[in-house]
């Protein structure tokens, strides 16, 4: 054979072994999550999630990334541009999303929205200091409240509180949580409105450092607002937690869900699953929030979206949910 012929033969073997090794090699899909602000608290859990998903990235070819985002609005408009996998926003912007009402109106309802599981519960915190004399919702009439900042997911949860109290709050500042924080402390104000997951670094401060007392949030107007809103859940500040707080202190608030696409596939959901279900403790080591999520409540606290087909087979197959 002459030296052409031959190398033309050689180079044909390598370039068939070449191309066959690629068509066997598994294909890596990227799984985006979009969570909040960094320093936030859905930055951290999304990224637990994923970082126990890319563990078994050898037996899945799945490749969790987590993208850093400024909140709820942004995650289901990229979800629903199909630019994000998953998101994780609160039940109330769920139920907004399924509506198509308020800062969705223009887009309409996200009929392909679907709920994967319901995390942790962002509990409706109110805190007075000790000298302001309040030890009931009634007794915020006349005092200085903050609600939070104007168009603010806060400002809006403790509005809904204010009202079914029938409460006449007036807010005109309305201040970020943190520098509320400051000014309770100060003396600035006598309660402040916050939404938060528990245990809080925030909470802890300020009933360390100047007495500030968790007030409940309940009564008959709250039971009220509960029965008329699904995506609100009954929750509890736990005893102990916080100095001065030696008793459960009931309140509202909502769910931190995490939330998917009816058209991604149904083996990258069921991963998922995988992860929340069998892999808690994991998660738990990876941070503490996981282990306040009810196992009984995963699939439907909260909820407004339908399920996602694979989360209602891990949840029928595991026993937890009622979807």
């Known amino acids: 054979m002459k030296p052409l012929l031959r190398f033309a033969s050689l180079l044909a073997i390598i370039l068939a072994f070449t191309g066959s090794a690629q068509a066997q090699a598994p294909t890596t899909k990227s799984l985006v999550i979009a969570s909040g602000v960094v320093t936030g608290l859905y930055y951290p859990v999304a990224g637990a999630i994923c970082r126990q998903v890319n563990q078994e990235k050898a037996r899945h070819s799945l490749h969790c990334l987590v993208e850093a985002t400024e909140g709820p609005v942004q995650n289901l408009t990229a979800l629903r541009a199909r630019e994000v996998d998953l998101a994780v926003v609160q039940s109330d912007w769920q139920a907004a999303a399924v509506r198509g009402d308020g800062r969705f109106s223009s887009a309409g309802p996200f009929k392909e929205l679907r709920a994967v599981a319901s995390l942790h519960a962002e509990t409706v915190t109110l805190l007075v200091r000790p000298d302001a004399e309040i030890d009931d919702l009634s007794k915020l009439t006349g005092k200085r409240v903050n609600l939070g900042p104007r168009g603010s997911a806060l400002r809006n949860l403790s509005q809904q509180v204010v009202d079914a109290a029938g409460l006449r709050i007036s807010d005109d500042a309305g201040q970020a949580p943190d520098a509320a924080l400051a000014a309770l402390c100060a003396g600035q104000l006598d309660a402040a409105f916050f939404a938060v997951g528990h245990p809080n670094a925030a909470v802890q401060q300020a009933t360390s450092t100047c007495g500030a007392l968790a007030l409940p949030i309940a009564g008959p107007g709250i039971d ?100």
């Open 224 to 323: 009220k607002l509960l029965a008329s809103r699904k995506d609100l859940t009954r929750t509890s500040i736990p005893a102990n937690l916080y100095p001065g707080v030696q008793e459960d202190v009931a309140t509202i608030g909502v769910a931190a869900t995490l939330v998917t696409r009816a058209d991604v596939p149904d083996a990258v959901i069921a991963e998922i699953m995988r992860v929340l279900l069998e892999e808690r403790p994991d998660l738990v080591d990876q941070h503490p929030v996981f282990s306040t999520v009810p196992a009984d409540g995963m699939g439907d606290r909260g909820r407004t979206a339908p399920l996602h087909p694979a989360a209602e087979k891990a949840f029928a197959a595991s026993g937890p949910a009622k979807p």
